[in-house]
């Protein structure tokens, strides 16, 4: 991904979003590791940041690193113990073993265009949309991801653009069609805006 271009392209087509760049400093960077890009999703599905570091602290104190054997020795009890809830623990050993039995490949997904892409995630239980665009976005930098099921993002254009929240549908066809084909740079500025911590996935 050529950050400063697309910060340049971004830059002329939305004067807010270019004021907004010039505040924080960062980009967007992949720890290309898709098992812990993928983990990291089902901690922080529909749960706020703070809770999600949270649950993920206590993992990584219990595991040191987060593999997929590693996380199949836990117990039931021990994702209790780190906040996973029951849903959450069945998704994150289904995908350890899936990792494991080699049921599907993160390698086919550079063939694959972001739909298709989200589909063939979503083959393991509990990676939806949400989580299959944080590690399109997140681990595999592609570059134009706009997650409207995140609620982060949806609070940042409605406080940055002066609108109601949530944003109607107009508004969100809108800033897809203007952000383009760049719309995972500017997702990435947007949640800076109200979030002073860099997320990472």
């Not at 924080?24 to 703070?50: E, H, M, N, T, W």
């Not at 780190?82 to 063939?111: M, P, T």
């Amino acid at each position: 991904m050529d950050w400063n271009q697309a910060r340049k392209y971004l830059s002329r087509k939305d004067k807010i979003l270019s004021k907004i760049m010039k505040q924080y400093s960062g980009k967007l960077v992949s720890r290309k590791d898709p098992f812990y890009s993928l983990c990291k999703s089902i901690v922080g599905q529909q749960v706020s940041v703070a809770s999600a570091d949270s649950v993920w602290l206590k993992l990584e104190s219990k595991c040191i690193s987060i593999t997929p054997e590693k996380i199949l020795k836990l117990s039931k009890n021990d994702l209790r113990n780190c906040g996973f809830s029951r849903q959450k623990i069945e998704y994150i050993h289904g995908l350890a073993d899936n990792f494991i039995k080699k049921n599907f490949n993160i390698k086919k997904l550079k063939y694959m265009n972001d739909n298709d892409a989200i589909k063939y995630l979503s083959k393991n239980k509990g990676i939806g949309r949400w989580s299959s665009e944080m590690f399109l976005l997140f681990n595999q930098n592609r570059l134009n991801i706009f997650p409207i099921q995140d609620i982060g993002f949806l609070k940042a254009i409605s406080k940055n653009y002066k609108l109601y929240y949530p944003p109607s549908e107009k508004y969100l066809i809108y800033f897809k069609k203007l952000w383009s084909p760049y719309c995972s740079v500017a997702t990435w500025y947007m949640w800076r805006t109200v979030d002073p911590d860099i997320v990472q996935y």
